[in-house]
């Protein structure tokens, strides 16, 4: 093992391997209006690495073990591509503040193709070497789109827009033939702790704990419900299986009144989304005359509950869920759902459960990768969704140079194991609220999954007003 490099944590290990059955290719998608040299998206990502020993990383398997393998120097990882052919646009499709349409479309198709491209030596089974960075370019005659990739098993949501704004400022400098300025990172010489290292003292289970929880877990399954798989879905093979993505926007006045409505009613927005899709999907004509319990998880940055915490800008895996189960009605008051799961989320927390339960997250992730047949129609489905305990903010600093025209992501595919689907929220320039749906497909189809999102966002647009 190279100097500096460790063996991947339990955590940072299940979901690399997951990433070969289509779970983890994390990709952040950014598009300008102007033509960039290839030369200087290359100088700006070696100004990244530099900063962060794990961005200079690759993943490395040795004696059956998963190994990070960090060079001192950077070596970017740069392919440039073709800039798409003509692409359709519907109402599911991003669309860019003051864009006709062109840039919007090329940037939501290229995402959704980088989400369901592997990376490589992982295609089939994670084997390495892989890069833990690698960035992507889509060159066109006077506009530029470009992909950062990213391992979620080594690096998180958060992380990963802590590597995006870090390039958006180097990349910014650079092409005005200035130096880039990047603040001192935490972890710039030597790869950081793994999670299961940082949680605090107390906070662990016991092998025997574990074992009893991971028991009542697989035995509660049973209670729970998915939304309902698409018709023509039995019978698809796993290696078919791809990530899709929804992309809506509230406006900047339904954002304004969103945020209003959750601070008097002393909510999350997180929590009113989560609580307009719960009853959108308990309003599916399918779910009529059925049980409406669904399994949820809120995911959690780690970094602030950590002893001591970790700075915002340390890059790793150090995301955690909260699990969470509401018996859902079509008709449940609105604000009432919402109120319960911002409660939930933070009754979690102060159990601790948000470290407590990782040893067994893991435990029952693993099996499910081993043992697909474990879930419904080895559909790889493990509960209804994830969404993010905190909004992101994607107001990007230090880019008045590069005539952005804006971003898509970080979203990391979904199709491998993982929930029916996946909520990806950001607050743009307006104040814009964001929403992207991933999900996996054929197990469902963008017919079924836009009358999920539709409905759902009627329910959030009705409970504002």
Known sequence: MAENGRALGA?????????AMGTGI???GMAMKRSIETSKITQAAKAVMEQNALLRSKIVSSKSK?????????APVVEVFSWPASIGKSTST????GDSGEISAALHHVVTEELNTPFPNAAQKFTGPTDVFQIHVYAGSSNTIIVLRLVSGAVDRHGAVVVAQSFLSALNAIVEGQKPQLPEAHGKNELLPTLEELIPKGKKKGLFQKGLDTVGYVAAVAKYVLYPFHPGFSGSKISDYKTDILSYTLGKDGTSVLMAACEKEKTTVSAAVTAAFLKGAASAEEMKGKKQHFNFTAVVDLRPHFEPALPSNALGNYSGGLNQDEQVKADADFWELARIVSAGSQKEVDKGRHFSEIAVMNMLFSQVLQRPSLTMKSSLRTGLMSIFEKTFDARWKDTQNLQLAGTFGPFASMHGAGPCFCIGDAILEGPDLSLSVVYPTPVYSRDQMEELANASLAILNSATK
């Open 11 to 19: 955590t940072e290990e299940n979901w690399t391997k997951a990433t």
């Open 26 to 28: 994390q990709v952040v």
């Open 66 to 74: 998963l190994v990070y393998e960090t060079a001192a120097a950077p």
């Open 94 to 97: 991003l669309t860019l503040p």
